[in-house]
């Protein structure tokens, strides 16, 4: 009875976990912090844009309740997955999509296609048909095909196709969070019949003997979360969000990739004030990228871009005794994300001045003007045991033939340091920086953030005025109690659990008109209203 043991004896496990030893689930409370602002909204001086960035030591104090304030974030909660666009004419009618066969969806996929940016065509119908059969499989069924588990008897193996890298990683979640739309316990090894599994150690076997000395087979059946979610690595989460965004943008032309140079919401002192001061506040955000279309772009590694963020956090505790504080922040670290992409989205058709370039202090020596005199190792008189740049106790003092040496192609890190020169450079000499999807001749930019928070995503779009990403570099500000730039609007989707089967299709939707609206081809919509009148 245990001559198919071997068979299945390769099968992955999960560890052994006591289950008095599994600690508590982790509570998923999703942020609800909801600030309002107005264009004629006064702000106490105090709070002012401008004065945050003047006195503020520490930019990431400036975050929170108080910093949105002063960047007058209004914000809209629970937005229509049609209504994140700001023209819904671009987004495909998914309800009449749903209703295709497979028959119809390939004879009428042509039709469904429009020109986009860089020269092709968007996914039709079909693709999404694709897609959302993909996502539409059971989460047991997936996760027996990414641990290579067979299938129940009469059941086929689940086709995963593009979508198998998103349920490897959803798959990896299970360690840390219980999936919403499941039994919590893992179902019985469906190697094991009912009467194998019921039959003792010590009970005969077919052939009259006994089958104590057969090798134990251990069932599967147990808890599936064995560790809280808040220890789960943040990696686990980054890489959810990416591969199930890469499943609709790749399509586009696009693609999901960390920005090679740290991403930096830079801030400058107003312009005239006694001391210019630069500082900045990173971000650990991705950005979705266009890919390029021709073989020597893609050999350098060309990007267009960005055409919107990722922001997948860890936060997971949103019920601390300061909750508006708590929420307030996780809602700033959003911001900054679509603060950072709007500069990166200005710098279209500029050159980079680096701060300080031209001034003093960035070219000429201080310490009064003298060479100066060694630094570090080249006056440390303490030998180092091995150290091939000093000279061993007990050597001789007569002349040794030099050791051959490769010539050094980069600069010494005791020259580089004595260098006076204005900070590094923090634009990706790489990457082409457009405003891919900006309105044509607006004083704004819809910045749309993708984030991630437990195991949901929601769509966050963010209305950057023009004026405020002056005052960011340093423009002054005429009166201290108004902004300039009135209020920077903000909406925000529901939370989608990627878990649940219905939510991830309907996030589906909702990222596929987000990058059908950006990349959109200007100067078409008027051809396609022709052709139906």
Known sequence: MFANFASFAHLPSRAKVDPKDIPPPTPVVLPRYQPFAKEDNTVEQAGALSNLLTFTSRPTAALGATGLNALGVDLIQDVAAQDIVPDVSFTPDFQKWDRLSVDEARDQNQSTRNPIRNGNLSPGCQVYFDRKKELSTPNEDAFRTVRRIPPPKGKQQARLGNSYE?????????????????NTLLPPSPELSASETAAPADAPDASGGSNG???????????????????MPAEYRQNLVTAFIKLIAYDFGCNVSLSRVEPRLHLSSPQGAPQRRKTYTPSSCSFIFQSPMTREAARIGTLYGPVAAVSARGVTNMTTPDMETAQSQDLAREVVAALITAQHRAREGKTEV???????WTSKPRWGGGTGGPIGREIDKDAIRGDKDTKDEGASDEPRAPVAKKARKNMSIYDNYRMVRPPSSTWDKKTQYEAIGKAKNSNYDDIFVVSCLFHHVSVLRVRVPQRLLEVLDGAPEPDLTRRSWGKMQTWRTKWYDLFDVDQRVAALQLIWGVMAYQMRKEGVEEDVKMTDA
């Open 166 to 182: 998103f349920f490897r990683c959803l798959e990896l979640f299970t360690t840390f969070w219980d999936d919403p739309t499941e």
């Open 354 to 360: 680096r701060f300080g370039e031209g001034e003093w």
């Open 213 to 231: 000395d057969a090798p134990k087979v251990e069932e599967t059946q147990g808890p599936a979360r064995t560790a809280s979610g808040q220890s």
